[in-house]
C-alpha cells in the first residue's frame, strides 16, 4: 500500500506541482512586464501631451464628433456617457451624438443625460430613429449626416 502512495505522489503530484510552480512565476513575470510597458507608455503619453499642447492652442484644434450608437442598453448607457463627457477636449469643439434605437427605458436615461450635461454647457444631442435600418451602422450613417465635426 505504501508503494502504491509513493508511486501515485511521484507521477501525478509531483508534476501538478512543478506545473503550478512554473504557472505561478510565468503570471508574475507576466505582471512584471505589463507594470514596466504601463510606465514607458505612461511617460510617453506625457511628453506627447506637453508637445501637442506647445503647438496647438484652442483655435487650430479641429471640431470632433463622438457618435454613441445605442440598443436597449440600459445598463451601460450612463457609464458610456459620462466616459465620453470626460474627453479631454475643449466643449465648444466636440460634439457628442446619442444615436438611440432603443424601446425601452434606455431612451428615457439617455434623453435626461443629453439634456442634464446640454444645460451644463455641451454639444450633445439625443438622436432617435423609429425604424431600425442598418442596425447599429444605420444609426451611424444617420447621424453622420448630421455632424458637424470635421473627424
Known sequence: MDKIFIIIILVFYCPASIWLFLYGINSYY???????????????????YKWFWSIHTQDTLPKVTTQLPIYNERH?????????????????????QILDDSHDETRGIAAELADKYCAMGFNIKHITRENRDGFKSGALNGGLKQAEGEF
Not at 30 to 48: D, G, I, P, T, W
Not at 76 to 96: A, G, Q, S, T
Open 30 to 48: 507576466m505582471v512584471y512586464l505589463f507594470l514596466r510597458k504601463n510606465k514607458q507608455e505612461l511617460s510617453q503619453n506625457a511628453e506627447f
Open 76 to 96: 451601460v448607457v450612463k457609464r458610456l456617457i459620462d466616459v465620453v463627457i470626460n474627453i479631454d477636449y475643449p466643449k465648444d469643439l466636440h460634439e457628442i
